[in-house]
T-cell receptor, first 116, second 114 residues
Framework: AQSVAQPEDQVNVAEGNPLTVKCTYS??????LFWYVQYPNRGLQFLLKYITGDNLVKGSYGFEAEFNKSQTSFHLKKPSALVSDSALYFCAVRDYSGGGADGLTFGKGTHLIIQP | DTAVSQTPKYLVTQMGNDKSIKCEQN?????MYWYKQDSKKFLKIMFS???????INETVPNRFSPKSPDKAHLNLHINSLELGDSAVYFC?????????????FGNGTRLTVT
């Protein structure tokens, strides 16, 4: 079984400061990891993914994430936060040993609030 | 060009009624899903279809019945609606067999049962 933990319900960051949204995962095989963002009354938008290769992956809107196999973590980061980054962020995992139709398992989400 | 579209966007109905939510994707994907997002924003997979065949059926009441007339459509029919069915329902799709491919989500259908 696969699972994702996002330990923080909410993260508050001042505009211009770096931000980190934490995610840890558990899978039986090799993980495929994803970050999504959800704005109010909207669907989930894909930000970035880790499949293999470089542990630091870059995605949309200046976001990046660092894969750490030993710590089973995939934290989302951005060097300089914008007020418009305020949204709900989801980490998700798919176990490589599963088929594509297994879908993704999501964390409970982290509200990111960027203060002007 | 909406990739994954759901209708209706909002659905308000009374307990005991039957309702349907429609989903269409124009991405050429083979696999489609229904997810439920509850009031605490937790996302849980309900169903997965691959080329019109049911693949995943999580612990969902029998009142929920998905139907896939073709691989571009996955509709969700709900019988005898209950208060606890109130949630946002998301449709999503992905190419078959591409395990590293992200899911593409629709904008959701907010179901309110009164």
């Amino acid at each position: 079984a696969q699972s994702v933990a996002q330990p923080e319900d909410q993260v508050n960051v001042a505009e211009g400061n770096p931000l980190t949204v934490k995610c840890t995962y558990s899978v039986s095989g090799n993980p495929y990891l994803f970050w999504y963002v959800q704005y109010p009354n909207r669907g989930l938008q894909f930000l970035l993914k880790y499949i293999t290769g470089d542990n630091l992956v870059k995605g949309s809107y200046g976001f990046e994430a660092e894969f750490n196999k030993s710590q089973t973590s995939f934290h989302l980061k951005k060097p300089s936060a914008l007020v418009s980054d305020s949204a709900l962020y989801f980490c998700a995992v798919r176990d490589y040993s599963g088929g594509g139709a297994d879908g993704l398992t999501f964390g409970k989400g982290t509200h990111l609030i960027i203060q002007p | 060009d909406t990739a994954v579209s759901q209708t209706p966007k909002y659905l308000v109905t009374q307990m005991g009624n039957d309702k349907s939510i429609k989903c269409e994707q124009n991405l050429g994907h083979d696999t489609m899903y229904w997810y439920k997002q509850d009031s605490k924003k937790f996302l849980k997979i309900m169903f997965s279809y691959n080329n019109k065949e049911l693949i995943i059926n999580e612990t969902v009441p029998n009142r929920f019945s998905p139907k896939s007339p073709d691989k571009a459509h996955l509709n969700l029919h709900i019988n005898s609606l209950e208060l606890g069915d109130s949630a946002v329902y998301f449709c999503a799709s992905t190419p078959q067999g591409y395990y590293n491919s992200p899911l593409h989500f629709g904008n959701g259908t907010r179901l309110t049962v009164t």
